[in-house]
């Protein structure tokens, strides 16, 4: 069983930044790749980014070079740096795990979800 918990939501302007984290319960953290999704208000839950146990990423096509995801094994912890930051990446942000070292992007591949925290953006 994993548990996961999201933290570094907010508000901030158009243009600002934020990092978000996910701490990660669990003694096979590292055996896990994990991903961020996100959820805007009536829309599909799309996938963000992932990593996977070597470090092996893939970023979506929309946060490609404003968003970076990394992770920290001692901490067993995932995080996503975000910069450039535009009203429309507004969103509730998931963290998410799955069993297997090697990323995917399709939110079914991945079995453990947190709760989300909430991302504004204002213009």
């Known amino acids: 069983q994993v548990q996961l918990v999201e933290s570094g939501g907010g508000l901030v302007q158009a243009g600002g930044s934020l990092r978000l984290s996910c ?8 055996n896990y790749a994990m991903g961020w999704f996100r959820q ?3 829309k599909e839950r799309e996938f963000v980014a992932a990593i996977a146990w070597n470090d092996n990423r893939d970023h979506a096509d929309s946060v490609k070079g404003r968003f970076t995801i990394s ?4 901490k067993n912890t995932v995080y996503l740096q ?6 429309e990446d507004t969103a509730i942000y998931y963290c998410a795990a799955r069993t297997f070292r ?3 992007t399709m939110r079914s591949n991945y ?3 947190g709760q989300g925290t ?6």
Do not use: C, E, H
Not at 23 to 30: E, K
Not at 71 to 74: F, H, I, T
Not at 82 to 87: D, G, I, Q, S, Y
């Open 71 to 74: 992770r920290d094994n001692a």
């Open 102 to 104: 090697t990323i995917a």
């Open 111 to 113: 079995f453990y979800w």
């Open 40 to 42: 805007a208000p009536g």
């Open 23 to 30: 701490a990660a319960s669990g003694r096979t953290f590292d």
């Open 118 to 123: 909430q991302v504004t953006v204002s213009s």
């Open 82 to 87: 975000m910069n450039v930051l535009k009203p």
